[in-house]
């Protein structure tokens, strides 16, 4: 397992939560077990890692992990199953993802498949001769095909295990590769930083484990993820903040990793709150301080305006100023220095 397929595969999971799934029903909602179940996703549980998952440390979820070694190559299979609310009705998620790798590290296939509710999507990549996929998907029912070119450098999952672990991880090191994240069909920049050995908590077990950081480039700005795992790269405790939301995966036992799920709500952790109402004047511009990055990329128009950490919202809107085309290459900079007088 690597951590940047535990990242990538809960991103999707909860990416599609937000634009496209539907609730269960309330019928269904009511009839849904709330204790995370096997199911057609869920791989045998024989030698298997289990994890729990935690949405500010409520119980929102298993994630399981699997490695087969033989003659043909190696099997890696990654599942994870979620229950979680959203603005109050309660939605299951579910996602695996799969390769088969050649001894000598040549991707053969990949399987990916996941559930948001009664919405299923499935991708099978077979290798062609030329080193190509063949895909076969099936969304809604209908099934398509498609030709995938990948990168000559992009890594599966065992590829990007063992990119790391040769390395040697010694403090300071870091490994960059093209990890391939079958549920996109695509493949992202990785950053991996090696740090020191410390003790670290897993549940009840004190253990000595090896810090990583690592960065997935999904955009021009990275996400980060923390870890701690062993010599082999085997996470035992995953943490990462989604809009303020802390996620974790925390390795323990079958019975542990599959207890009932609390259903943390999920929406209402990604909303922000509205000013106060007695403060704010509908014929009045309102002031907001930011904190963190990505406010210089938030645009300029006749309603708002930013500098310095300040975002102030007019309901009045201001027209733009007009910047003599003849400026040519400084038109840009007179443009944001006129916007920068109005506020």
Not at 319 to 326: N, R
């Amino acid at each position: 397992m690597t951590i940047a397929q535990t990242r990538g595969g809960l991103l999707c999971l909860l990416l599609l939560l937000l634009l496209q799934a539907s609730p269960l029903s309330a019928r269904d909602a009511a009839n849904a077990p709330l204790t995370p179940q096997p199911s057609a996703l869920s791989p045998d549980p024989s030698g298997i890692s289990w994890r729990a998952v935690l949405f500010d440390g409520l119980k929102a979820g298993w994630a399981s992990s699997e490695r087969i070694v033989d003659g043909e190559g190696v099997l890696t299979r990654e599942s994870m199953v979620l229950e979680i609310q959203r603005a109050g009705v309660l939605v299951r998620l579910e996602s695996m993802e799969e390769s088969l790798e050649a001894p000598d590290g040549t991707a053969l296939r990949f399987v990916a498949e996941q559930k948001v509710s009664d919405q299923r999507t499935r991708y099978e990549g077979e290798r062609r001769s030329d080193g190509r996929f063949d895909v076969v998907s099936e969304v809604g029912g209908e099934r398509s095909s498609r030709v995938l070119d990948l990168p000559s450098d992009a890594l599966f999952f065992e590829g990007q295990r063992r990119a790391i672990v040769d390395s040697g991880m010694q403090p300071g090191t870091v490994v960059e590769f093209h990890a391939f994240q079958p549920l996109m069909l695509d493949t992202v920049r990785v950053r991996t930083e090696i740090h020191d050995t410390a003790p670290t908590e897993v549940l009840t077990r004190d253990l000595e484990l090896i810090e990583v950081v690592q960065e997935i480039y999904y955009s021009d700005r990275p996400l980060r993820i923390h870890a701690a795992v062993d010599a082999q790269f085997e996470p035992q405790r995953i943490s990462m903040n989604l809009q303020g939301m802390q996620i974790e995966l925390v390795t323990c036992d079958q019975d542990c990793a599959m207890a009932p799920s609390q259903s943390p709500e999920f929406l209402s952790q990604l909303l922000i709150k509205a000013p106060d109402g007695s403060k704010a004047r509908p014929d009045k511009a309102t002031r907001y301080q930011f904190t963190g990055v990505g406010l210089d990329e938030l645009p300029q128009t006749s309603h708002q305006r930013h500098r310095d950490g300040w975002l102030v919202v007019d309901p009045q809107a201001q027209a733009l100023p007009v910047v003599d085309a003849s400026l040519a290459d400084d038109a840009p900079r007179a443009l944001e220095r006129a916007l920068e007088a109005t506020l």
